[in-house]
């Protein structure tokens, strides 16, 4: 736009351009000064048309209330089927079978699962035990993701022999020693979110707490 390679921007509508009302009419206004004018096919608007700028800042209104209620509803159904222990995504060593919407031990993640706890116990550190699943070359919580959700892993690496490789860091290893699921605990709503990034942590006693409720991979004890 600021080089001139733009004439017009064509939306279905102008929620499709943004829905944050303030956010929208800064972006209208940056690209009408630089000769850019911004047309909705639905709704007729044309930025260039001064008799359109009420109906454009209606607009943006009524998109950005429109934007925070989807945002609403979402969230507070997120929330009710995490106090109703919804497993939505199942941890490392588990994966929820579609069929019968249970969850279920993947019996190769697990045996990582457990040997993490019985490397850290017999004193092993957070370090070491991930260069040891490297050298084992066992697969990685993005690699078994990516396997039973078709989701992409940035963590597969091919050696010269066309092999695969898999990186384990020691915050991964972290993260499931600290995992109350592999005792068969769901503990939701451990923080909140915004805008992607987490604003909150929970306390202990607000989090949703569902015991006995996934089948156990290691003890309590």
């Not at 992409?152 to 109350?180: M, P, T």
């Not at 915004?194 to 015991?211: D, F, L, S």
């Amino acid at each position: 736009a600021e080089v001139g390679n733009i004439d017009a921007i064509i939306v279905k509508d102008l929620s499709r351009l943004g829905r944050h009302k303030i956010q929208t009419a800064l972006l209208i206004d940056f690209l009408r000064e630089n000769g850019v004018r911004v047309l909705s096919v639905t709704e007729g608007m044309d930025s260039f048309n001064e008799n359109d700028d009420l109906t454009i800042g209606i607009r943006g209104l009524m998109n950005d209330y429109y934007a925070r209620d989807i945002g609403r509803k979402i969230r507070t159904g997120y929330r009710q089927k995490q106090k109703s222990g919804v497993v939505i995504i199942a941890p490392y060593g588990y994966w929820k079978n579609k069929n019968t919407r249970q969850v279920e031990i993947v019996d190769e993640a697990a045996e990582t699962v457990r040997l993490i706890f019985s490397l850290y116990l017999s004193g092993v550190g957070l370090r070491p035990i991930s260069q040891i699943l490297n050298e084992q070359r066992r697969k990685t919580p993005a690699q078994f993701q990516a396997e039973l959700y078709g989701k992409y892993n940035a963590d597969i690496r091919i050696d010269e022999n066309g092999q695969h490789l898999y990186f384990w860091h020691y915050s991964y290893v972290k993260r499931i020693l600290c995992d109350e699921s592999y005792a068969g605990t769901l503990c939701n709503h451990k923080s909140e979110m915004h805008n992607g990034k987490v604003n909150r942590r929970i306390p202990t006693e607000e989090q949703y707490r569902h015991e006995d409720f996934l089948p156990a991979i290691v003890s309590k004890k």
